[in-house]
C-alpha cells in the first residue's frame, strides 16, 4: 500500500503487476514487469516508483506513470524474499541466496551476509564481497527497517538467530536468538522499541530492539494465527508474513501454506 494509503500494488505468479485505487476497488493499470513470479513489491516514499522482485532474483525499478523499467537490480542467484526502498536513495532487497543487498542507481555498493548457523558478535561486521560468499547459508526471509532509525536494518536469516545492522558499516548492533531446538526464525516485524519474531517452533518472541532482552513470548502463536481455534484437530502452517500496526498494539500474521484450503489471516491485539 502507497503511504498516502490511496493505491495498492499487487504482483501474481505470471508476473504481472497490478494497481488499485483502494478506495473503489478499480484496477488503474495492469503490465508485464517480470518473466516469473513476482514475490516482493514496494512503493517509493512518494509513490511514483515502484520495485517489482521476481523469483528469478531479479530486481526492477518501474516508473508508475510511464510504466517503463528506472533501473534492473541484478546480482541475486535465487528466489527474492523482500525488497525495499531506504532512505537517502538506497534500495535493499533479500534472498534465498544468503545475502542482502544494498543498491544505488542499480549498482550494488555493498553485500551483507551473516555466516551460516555460527551466530556473529555484536560489534562484527557481515559485509562480504563477491569472492567470499558462502553458498551454504541460511536464505534471508526478511529484512525490517527500523522505524526512525534510517541507518538500522533488521536481517532475519532462517536460522535460529537474527540481526540489527547499522547500514553503513554493516556492524551487528544486537542480536536476537530462538532457545527452542532445531527451531529458526520465519518472518519478523518491528516498531521503534519492539522486535517481533515468529519461529518454526510457532511461537512468537517479543524482544527489546536495543537490548536484545526477551521480553515475552506468545506461545502456539503459529498454531492460533494458522487453524480454526474451533476445531480440535487444528493443522499447523508455518508464518510467512508478520505486520504490526504502524501505531496501534496489534499484529496480522499469515501464512501461504498449500495445505490450507484458503488463506487465514489473524490479527492480535
Not at 497490478?18 to 512503493?43: N, V
Not at 555460527?118 to 569472492?131: L, R
Request: overall charge negative.
Amino acid at each position: 500500500v502507497s503511504n498516502d494509503q490511496t493505491l495498492l500494488a499487487s504482483g501474481d505468479a505470471s508476473g504481472i503487476v497490478k494497481l488499485w485505487k483502494l478506495e473503489s476497488g478499480s484496477c488503474l493499470r495492469s503490465y508485464q514487469a517480470q518473466s516469473s513470479s513476482i514475490t516482493a513489491l514496494d512503493w517509493s516514499p512518494d509513490a511514483s516508483r515502484l520495485l517489482v522482485a521476481s523469483a528469478e532474483g531479479v530486481c526492477r525499478e518501474f516508473g508508475i506513470v510511464s510504466q517503463h523499467v528506472l533501473q534492473e537490480y541484478m546480482g541475486h542467484t535465487s528466489y527474492i524474499h523482500s525488497c525495499r526502498y531506504l532512505t537517502h536513495g538506497t534500495v535493499v532487497t533479500c534472498s534465498a541466496d544468503g545475502t542482502a543487498r544494498l543498491w544505488k542507481q542499480g549498482q550494488c555498493y555493498q553485500i551483507l551476509q551473516p555466516q551460516g548457523n555460527t551466530p556473529a558478535m555484536v560489534g562484527s561486521s557481515i559485509v562480504v564481497d563477491t569472492t567470499t560468499i558462502l553458498t551454504e547459508c541460511p536464505a534471508i526471509s526478511t529484512i525490517c527497517e527500523i522505524p526512525g532509525s534510517p541507518n538500522q536494518l533488521l536481517i532475519v536469516p532462517r536460522a535460529p538467530t537474527a540481526y540489527l545492522v547499522d547500514v553503513v558499516g554493516g556492524t551487528v548492533l544486537q542480536s536476537y536468538a530462538v532457545s527452542a531446538p532445531d527451531a529458526v526464525f520465519c518472518a519478523a516485524t518491528v516498531t521503534v522499541d519492539w522486535v517481533y519474531l515468529c519461529s518454526t517452533a510457532q511461537d512468537c518472541l517479543v524482544f527489546e530492539i536495543k537490548t536484545g532482552r526477551l521480553q515475552t513470548t506468545i506461545r502456539d502463536f503459529g498454531v492460533d494465527s494458522t487453524s480454526k481455534t474451533t476445531t480440535t484437530d487444528r493443522q499447523t502452517a508455518e508464518i510467512s508474513q508478520l505486520v504490526h500496526h504502524p501505531f496501534k498494539p496489534m499484529l496480522a500474521a499469515f501464512s501461504n501454506d498449500k495445505t490450507q484450503k484458503k488463506g487465514i489471516l489473524t490479527v492480535w491485539k
